[in-house]
């Protein structure tokens, strides 16, 4: 398995930005489709966006489609997902998680889908 640590989380005014990165280390990088997550207290975890392996391929939930970009660079192994106005309802923990795929173009939008997890960041919107 690949291990997954985020940052970057933080606390910011509704309408701010915040910028989330999940590094990768242990097994190649660009062998895994990468999704953020989100999980406020009291709720399940929610998908967020997702992307390929390969990067050519991205998707969003509903809510998060114009506001969040996921990207990712291999060669630092490294998933981003940048954040703008952010709303008091985008305050969760921000989880990125990986699926081992040999396909380049599909990614996953299933929490159970995916076989890695990091340990989570903290966003916090304020109103």
């Known amino acids: 398995q690949v291990q997954l640590v985020e940052s970057g989380g933080g606390l910011v005014q509704a309408g701010g930005s915040l910028r989330l990165s999940c590094a990768a280390s242990?097994?190649?990088?660009?062998?895994?489709?990468m999704g953020w997550f989100r999980q406020a207290p009291g709720k399940e975890r929610e998908f967020v966006a997702a992307?390929?392996?390969?990067?050519?391929?991205?998707d969003y939930a509903d809510d998060m489609k114009g506001r969040f970009t996921i990207s990712r660079d291999n060669a630092k192994n490294t998933v981003f997902l940048q954040m703008n106005s952010l709303k008091p309802g985008d305050t969760a923990v921000y989880f990125c998680?990986?699926?081992?795929?040999?396909?380049?173009?599909?990614?996953?939008?299933?929490?159970?889908?995916?076989?890695?997890w990091g340990q989570g960041t903290q966003v916090t919107v304020s109103s």
């Open positions: 242990g097994r190649t990088f660009r062998d895994y489709a």
């Open positions: 998680a990986a699926h081992f795929t040999y396909y380049s173009y599909t990614y996953y939008k299933g929490p159970s889908e995916y076989d890695s």
């Open positions: 992307i390929s392996r390969l990067g050519g391929s991205t």
